[in-house]
């Protein structure tokens, strides 16, 4: 019963045009219910998150009720845009940015009727469910036997020294470069970032990646000695006892959160869908925070190991037309170094 999941993730571009194009895909799932008798869920998360949220349902009275669709961050960003509340979907996990900016479009999602004790305020339609930390990656051994010096800063990372040696994301295929060009703009503003990009691109050459977690595969592999990836999974690797270790840039650890919310369709509202999210939220934070570090609702911790020294937030607030602003950065600089 837990291959529920359809994961239209490979090959997806970080980009809105991408969207429409699965808009006419069918859905799979377990249960004695046709699929419009569950809950559908469209999510763009990882393996981890969609476990931890299919234990807490399925542990709590919900198995074969629900059928989760999983999409590419912009597939599914492009498609709550295009279709609104016309979207096939009664539930969506998403990144918060592209929630908060499909609501302000459409008009989509519904208020919550529970309580949502979150250490920081979210909207009212909708729960945070992970929050993830950009930070700089290293292989130890390779940073000695190249006699390497360690870097500070993402700046650091333009540095000729480095020229072979680095791979990061490329903000038009992955989110998690996002964290990146914001610590970069909001340090140095947007010609500085661009200028320093364009060095990190230059040293990076056939290592950008489309990935979020390709540099760190790549850091594992001994590929390359330095990346640029999510904090929490290079803190796993180095408590694994891997040659990998982790500095927290000095432009600040910047993140991204996750949520859930319900799709409003009035009548058609699937009322299952607002037990399942609290259900989510309150039985299914424990595995959820196992992977996803961060403390998000009071009375949630962050272990000493996964407390970054320098947590910041980027001044403006996050919307999809501020990702679009920064990505044609990225495509200046990506211009600028030969790409």
């Known amino acids: 019963m837990k291959k529920r999941t359809m994961n239209l993730r490979r090959g997806a571009a970080f980009t809105l045009a991408a969207a429409v194009a699965v808009t006419g895909m069918g859905l799979t799932g377990c249960g004695s219910g046709s699929s419009d008798d569950q809950v559908i869920i469209y999510s763009n998360a990882d393996e981890e998150a969609i476990t931890a949220m299919e234990n807490a349902l399925d542990s709590?009275?919900?198995?074969?009720?629900?059928?989760?669709?999983?999409?590419?961050?912009?597939?599914?960003?492009?498609?709550?845009?295009?279709?609104?509340?016309?979207?096939?979907?009664?539930?969506?996990?998403?990144?918060?940015?592209?929630?908060?900016?499909?609501?302000?479009?459409?008009?989509?999602?519904?208020?919550?009727t529970f309580d949502v004790d979150t250490i920081d305020e979210f909207e009212a339609y909708c729960a945070p469910i992970t929050s993830q930390e950009g930070t700089i990656i290293v292989n130890t051994e390779m940073m000695e036997e190249n006699d390497l010096p360690m870097p500070e800063s993402i700046a650091d990372l333009a540095d000729p020294v480095y020229e072979g040696f680095v791979s990061v994301t490329d903000i038009s295929a992955s989110s998690t470069a996002w964290l990146l060009v914001q610590a970069l703009v909001s340090?140095?503003?947007?010609?500085?970032?661009?200028?320093?990009?364009?060095?990190?691109?230059e040293n990076v050459?056939?290592?950008?990646?489309?990935?979020?977690?390709?540099?760190?595969?790549?850091?594992?592999?001994?590929?390359?000695?330095?990346?640029?990836?999510?904090?929490?999974?290079a803190v796993a690797d180095k408590a694994d006892g891997l040659p990998i270790d982790?500095?927290?840039?000095?432009?600040?650890?910047?993140?991204?959160?996750?949520?859930?919310?319900?799709?409003?369709?009035?009548?058609d509202t699937n009322p299952l869908a607002m037990e399942m999210v609290q259900c989510i939220i309150e039985n299914g934070r424990e595995e959820l925070q196992s992977y996803y570090p961060n403390a998000l609702y009071n009375g949630e911790e962050t272990d000493a190991a996964n407390k970054s020294a320098n947590p910041k937030v980027f001044p403006e607030k996050l919307t999809v037309d501020l990702l679009e602003q920064h990505q044609a950065i990225s495509e200046e600089a990506k211009a600028a170094a030969g790409m």
């Open 205 to 233: 050459g056939d290592h950008l990646e489309d990935s979020g977690s390709a540099p760190l595969k790549k850091v594992r592999a001994g590929e390359v000695a330095i990346g640029f990836g999510l904090r929490q999974q």
């Open 187 to 201: 340090e140095y503003g947007e010609d500085g970032a661009k200028d320093i990009l364009t060095g990190i691109y």
């Open 60 to 112: 709590n009275g919900y198995e074969g009720k629900y059928v989760f669709q999983t999409f590419g961050t912009s597939e599914l960003g492009g498609k709550l845009l295009a279709e609104g509340t016309d979207i096939e979907a009664d539930m969506v996990t998403m990144s918060t940015f592209y929630v908060e900016s499909a609501q302000e479009q459409n008009t989509m999602f519904q208020d919550l």
């Open 246 to 267: 982790y500095i927290d840039p000095a432009e600040g650890n910047f993140s991204l959160t996750e949520s859930v919310a319900i799709v409003d369709k009035g009548d």
